[in-house]
């Protein structure tokens, strides 16, 4: 079936440090991929997405993350950390349709930054 | 262009009563989905519409049910409340149906706290 799997529950960083959050899928047919942010009682907003092409996308925010067909990840990272990137971090990949509708999410991880 | 809308916002409910969430898509977006988001379930897909016509339904009961006008508004609907449907409310637009390139915005929300 398919899944999507973020190992991490829970990360905290230091203001200005790196970030790599990981996310793994298991998906039967070439992946479209999603990463969103969740800001604590806001909805989801779209960082950045991958369909196909270069497998290092740019986002909004100073976000990016590769694709690694091989590994199955899609590692959503950035170089400098700042204080209001502190919200939750949801993979996703799409799917079509059926009862898990569009997205498939993993459990998310939230991302604490230090100051 | 305006994003997704929600309305309402916020919302206390009481047990046994009913309640209906609304969705406006973004401006030419004909493809309307539902999530609910709890903090033990994750995100969960309820149904998607386009064009008017339900392609796809989540494993929720029966209790949930939804709608879409020809303008691509959506409405979905919960009856008979139960405590386990205090949730966070999400509706998502694309352009298409599926998710074969199709990226897929969401609103803020509408948080249904039942007591």
């Known amino acids: 079936a398919q899944s999507v799997t973020q190992p991490d529950i829970h990360i905290t960083v230091s203001e200005g440090a790196s970030l790599e959050l990981r996310c793994n899928y298991s998906y039967g047919a070439t992946p479209y991929l999603f990463w969103y942010v969740q800001s604590p009682g806001q909805g989801l907003q779209l960082l950045l997405k991958?369909?196909?092409?270069?497998?290092l996308v740019q986002g909004i925010k100073g976000f990016e993350a590769e694709f690694k067909r091989s590994q199955s990840s899609f590692n959503l990272r950035k170089p400098s950390v700042h204080w209001s990137d502190a919200a939750e971090y949801f993979c996703?990949?799409?799917?079509?349709?059926?009862?898990?509708?569009?997205?498939?999410f993993g459990k998310g991880t939230k991302l604490s930054v230090k100051p | 262009k305006a994003g997704v809308t929600q309305t309402p916002r916020y919302l206390i409910k009481t047990r046994g009563q009913q309640v209906t969430l609304s969705c406006s898509p973004i401006s030419g977006h004909r493809s309307v989905s539902w999530y609910q988001q709890t903090p033990g379930q994750g995100l969960q897909f309820l149904f998607e519409?386009?064009?008017?016509?339900?392609?796809n339904k989540g494993n929720f009961p029966g209790r949930f049910s939804g709608r879409q006008f020809s303008n691509s508004r959506s409405e979905m609907n919960v009856s008979t409340l139960e405590l386990g449907d205090s949730a966070l409310y999400l509706c998502a637009s694309s352009s298409r149906a599926g998710s074969s390139g199709n990226t897929i915005y969401f609103g803020e929300g509408s948080w249904l706290t039942v007591v």
């Open positions: 519409y386009f064009s008017e016509t339900q392609r």
């Open positions: 991958y369909f196909s092409g270069d497998t």
């Open positions: 996703a990949v799409g799917n079509y349709g059926g009862s898990q509708g569009n997205l498939i």
